[in-house]
C-alpha cells in the first residue's frame, strides 16, 4: 500500500479566503444558528478550519440532528410531518424522513412567488453564438403548470417515468420540473447518444412520455436527429405521447404534439406531494461492461443534498447565476438544474466546450455574470496546453468560484486558474458520482485550497478511507468508503427487485459500508486527494497506485494529447504496465519523447510507477460523459473479445477499442 506521509511543515495554501468572506458564507451562519438550536459546535474565533472540522464531526455523528438542521435552514416544506429523520440507518434501505410528504419542483419555483423576483431570470439559456436568452422565474412557472396539466391529460400518474432525448436547453428544464410536479420520474439522455446507447437506457425503465428534438446545434453545424427519434418510437411500445422540439425548425412527424401546444396555458402549477422517498429521476451509470445501471434516486433525497451542497457548500442563493458545462446526459445536469432550489439563476450551454475556440467556457461565464463556473479538469488542461488567458482576455470579475469534476484536477491545473484566471480565485475541485448525484468531498468557501487537494469531505458524509482489511487510515491511499447513509443515495435499481445488482455494486466489499471504487487519501490536515479508480488501480508487486497520478505527469508534455494507463496481469503470473499515449498533432513518438516520457514519470512519481512500454494509439476511448475506458481496454489486453468486453453504445468512438483488440491478439501469437 502506498502512503502518503504528510510533511513536517504544512503547505502553504494557494488560496485562502479572507475573513470578511468567512463571515458571509452559508456554511458559517448556518453552524451558529445550529449550534443554538440543534447542538451543533460553536465555530472557533479565528480557525475557520477548527470550525468545519468540528461541524463536520457533528453532521456525522449526529446525522438526525444535522440533516433536521439543514431540512429547517433550507425551509423544506413539508406537506405532511415526518415521524423521525433516519428511522432505518442500514445499507442499502436507510429510511429518510418516514411520513413526510413533498415535491421537489414546488421547491424549484418557490423564487416565483417572490413579487420582487418574478421577473427576473431563472434561466439564462446560451447557444453557440454566446448570447444569452432569459426565461423569468413567472414564465418557467407558468410553463411549468401548463406542462403538467398537460401530462396529467395524457393519464401521466405518479411513478409513470417520462423520457427526454433532448439538449441542454429551457424545455429539457420545464419537462423535469413538470414531470415532478405530477410525481412522475423524469429520465434523460444527450441527443449526440445514438439509438443504442438510448435504447439500453429508456427500454430498462419503460417510459409513457418521450420528448424529443429534431436535431441540434455541435461545433458550428447541425446534426439532424429525425431518424434516431423514429427509432426510439419504433423500439419503446410503452410511449403513450411523443413530443416534438424543433430545435432545427422541422415540422412534427406524423402522431407527435407539438411543444408550444402543451406550454401555452396561463396555468398555476399543481404540485402532487409525494413519500420523501418517491423516485424523482433514474440517472445511469456509463455502461461500459453491460446494460447501464438504472439509478433511482427520491424526490426528498435529492432536494435534501442538493440544498446542503448548493447552500452550504457552494454557498450559493439568489443573487448568484450558476453555470456548468454540461449536458443532459450527464448527473452534473440535474445538479445543475438544482441551482433553482436556492434561487439562483441557471446558465444553460447548448453547445460545443470548445466552438469557436477553446475560450468559448470563460466567454458564456463573462456574459452571463456567472459568479460559480463549473467545468472538466480536462477543459482547464485543454486550455493550459492552447495558452487561453481568461483573466486577460475576459471580464471574470464576478466569478468567485471556479469548480472542477469529471476527474482529478492536476496541481498544473490549480496552478493554471491561480495564475491566468485570478490570483484570488476559489477552486474547488470536487468528486462525487452519478450513483448519489452528489459530491462526497469538495468544495468548502471557508477552508483554503491546497494544490492538487480537495478542500474537504461534506457535511453529512461519512468519508473514509479504508486498506484491505476494512480499518481506516489517514495519510495512505485507501478504498473511498461512505461509513453512513445520505439521503440521496439510490433507492433501488430499477429491474432489480431484490436488490442484488445494487448490493454487488457498492456493499459486496464490505458489507454495511458504500464503497465508491476510487482510491483516496485524507490529509492529516482535513484535505481529500482522489488518485483515480481503484477497479483498474495498478498493482505492481503489491504496491498499488492511482491512473491519475501518471496522467497528471504525462500529460504535462505537450507533445501528449491524452494518456490512458493499464495495469494487466497475465496468464504467467507476470504484470504488464503499457502507457498508451494519443500524440499532439506534428509530435512523434521517437527514443528522445520517449526517454523525456520515462524520466518525468520516475523523477515526479517513482521508478515503479514507470510503464513497461509506450505505445502510440490514435485516440484514447471514452464513456459518453467523457471519462476514459480504463476497465475494458484492460480486459481486451487480458484477451476478452471486444463484444464481452464492452457495451459498443456506451463508447465515444468503438473503432478505438479495435486498436487494443488487436494489439492483444498480436501479442498472443508472439
Known amino acids: 500500500m502506498t502512503t502518503a506521509p504528510p510533511p513536517a511543515t504544512q503547505p502553504e495554501p494557494l488560496w485562502r479566503p479572507g475573513e470578511d468572506r468567512v463571515a458571509r458564507a452559508q456554511v458559517t451562519r448556518f453552524q451558529t444558528w445550529a449550534a443554538e438550536r440543534h447542538g451543533a459546535p460553536d465555530t472557533v474565533p479565528g480557525d475557520p478550519a477548527a470550525s468545519y472540522a468540528a461541524l463536520h464531526r457533528w453532521s456525522v455523528d449526529e446525522l438526525e440532528r444535522f440533516w433536521q438542521a439543514v431540512a429547517q435552514w433550507c425551509d423544506v416544506r413539508f406537506a405532511s410531518p415526518y415521524e423521525r429523520v433516519l428511522a432505518d440507518r442500514g445499507m442499502p434501505g436507510a429510511t429518510w424522513f418516514p411520513g413526510a410528504t413533498l415535491n421537489y419542483a414546488e421547491h424549484a419555483l418557490r423564487a416565483a412567488e417572490d413579487p420582487d423576483r418574478a421577473h427576473q431570470p431563472a434561466l439564462l439559456h446560451v447557444d453557440e453564438t454566446h448570447e444569452p436568452t432569459p426565461v423569468s422565474w413567472a414564465e418557467l412557472r407558468r410553463q411549468v403548470g401548463s406542462l403538467a396539466a398537460e401530462l396529467r391529460r395524457l393519464g401521466v400518474r405518479p411513478g409513470d417515468r417520462v423520457s427526454g432525448y433532448l439538449p441542454n436547453i429551457p424545455h429539457a428544464v420545464v419537462a423535469l420540473l413538470a414531470t415532478a410536479a405530477v410525481g412522475g420520474v423524469w429520465t434523460s439522455c444527450a441527443p449526440d447518444f445514438g439509438a443504442r446507447s438510448v435504447l439500453d437506457r429508456f427500454q430498462q425503465v419503460e417510459p409513457v412520455?418521450?420528448?424529443?428534438?429534431?436535431?441540434?446545434?455541435?461545433?458550428g453545424k447541425r446534426h439532424?436527429?429525425?431518424?434516431?427519434?423514429?427509432?426510439?418510437?419504433?423500439?419503446?411500445?410503452?410511449?403513450?405521447?411523443?413530443?416534438?422540439?424543433?430545435?432545427?425548425g422541422t415540422a412534427a412527424p406524423e402522431g407527435a404534439l407539438d411543444w408550444d401546444t402543451l406550454v401555452s396555458a396561463d396555468v398555476e402549477p399543481v404540485f402532487e406531494h409525494v413519500p420523501f422517498d418517491h423516485p424523482l429521476w433514474v440517472l445511469y451509470s456509463s455502461g461500459t461492461t453491460g446494460l447501464p445501471k438504472a439509478i433511482v434516486q427520491s424526490q426528498g433525497g435529492i432536494l435534501l443534498e442538493h440544498l446542503k451542497q448548493l447552500a452550504l457548500h457552494c454557498d450559493l442563493g439568489p443573487q448568484d447565476r450558476f453555470f456548468w458545462y454540461t449536458s443532459t446526459g450527464w448527473m452534473m445536469w440535474n445538479f445543475l438544474v438544482s441551482g433553482l432550489l436556492v434561487g439562483s439563476t441557471v446558465v444553460l450551454y447548448d453547445g460545443s466546450p470548445g466552438h469557436p475556440d477553446t475560450g468559448a467556457q470563460w466567454r458564456i461565464a463573462e456574459r452571463t455574470g456567472a459568479t460559480l463556473f463549473g467545468t472538466s479538469a480536462a477543459y482547464v488542461m485543454a486550455c493550459r496546453k492552447a495558452g487561453v488567458h481568461p483573466g486577460r482576455d475576459f471580464d471574470l470579475s464576478r466569478v468567485k468560484c471556479v469548480a472542477t469534476t469529471?476527474?482529478?484536477?492536476?496541481?498544473?491545473?490549480?496552478?493554471?486558474?491561480?495564475?491566468?484566471?485570478?490570483?484570488?480565485?476559489?477552486?474547488?475541485?470536487?468528486?462525487?458520482g452519478t450513483d448519489v448525484c452528489s459530491c462526497f468531498a469538495g468544495a468548502v468557501p471557508t477552508l483554503p485550497v491546497h494544490i492538487g487537494e480537495l478542500q474537504a469531505p461534506c457535511l453529512g458524509t461519512d468519508l473514509q478511507a479504508w486498506d484491505a482489511h476494512g480499518k481506516p487510515v489517514v495519510d495512505e491511499v485507501g478504498e473511498l468508503i461512505v461509513a453512513a447513509p445520505m439521503p440521496s443515495m439510490p433507492i433501488r435499481f430499477w429491474n432489480d427487485p431484490d436488490g442484488t445488482r445494487y448490493r454487488e455494486s457498492y456493499f459486496e466489499m464490505f458489507p454495511g459500508a458504500w464503497r465508491h471504487g476510487d482510491w483516496i487519501t485524507l490529509t492529516s490536515?482535513?484535505?481529500?486527494?482522489?488518485?483515480?479508480?481503484?477497479?483498474?488501480?495498478?498493482?505492481r508487486q503489491g504496491v498499488r497506485m492511482g491512473s491519475a497520478d501518471i496522467y497528471e505527469a504525462v500529460e504535462r508534455l505537450p507533445e501528449i494529447r491524452e494518456s490512458l494507463v493499464i495495469g494487466a496481469e497475465q496468464p504467467d503470473g507476470g504484470y504488464w504496465m503499457p502507457l498508451f499515449v494519443h500524440l499532439a498533432p506534428g509530435a512523434t513518438l521517437d527514443d528522445e519523447l520517449l526517454a523525456r516520457i520515462k524520466r518525468t514519470i520516475r523523477e515526479q512519481l517513482s521508478p515503479r510507477h514507470v510503464p513497461d512500454e509506450v505505445i502510440e494509439v490514435p485516440g484514447i476511448p471514452h464513456t459518453l460523459t467523457g471519462k476514459r475506458i480504463e476497465v475494458p481496454v484492460k480486459r481486451l489486453l487480458q484477451g476478452t473479445p471486444l463484444e464481452k468486453a464492452v457495451n459498443p453504445g456506451s463508447v465515444d468512438n468503438i473503432d478505438l477499442l479495435r486498436f487494443y483488440e488487436?494489439?492483444?491478439?498480436?501479442r498472443a501469437t508472439g
Open 525 to 539: 490536515r482535513g484535505s481529500v486527494i482522489i488518485h483515480g479508480r481503484s477497479d483498474s488501480t495498478l498493482n
Open 224 to 248: 439532424a436527429r429525425a431518424d434516431v427519434v423514429a427509432e426510439l418510437r419504433a423500439e419503446l411500445p410503452t410511449v403513450r405521447a411523443v413530443v416534438h422540439i424543433p430545435l432545427l
Open 209 to 219: 412520455v418521450l420528448f424529443t428534438v429534431d436535431g441540434y446545434h455541435y461545433g
Open 406 to 432: 469529471g476527474s482529478p484536477l492536476p496541481p498544473d491545473g490549480f496552478r493554471w486558474i491561480h495564475d491566468e484566471v485570478a490570483d484570488d480565485m476559489w477552486i474547488a475541485s470536487v468528486s462525487g
Open 662 to 666: 488487436d494489439l492483444a491478439r498480436t
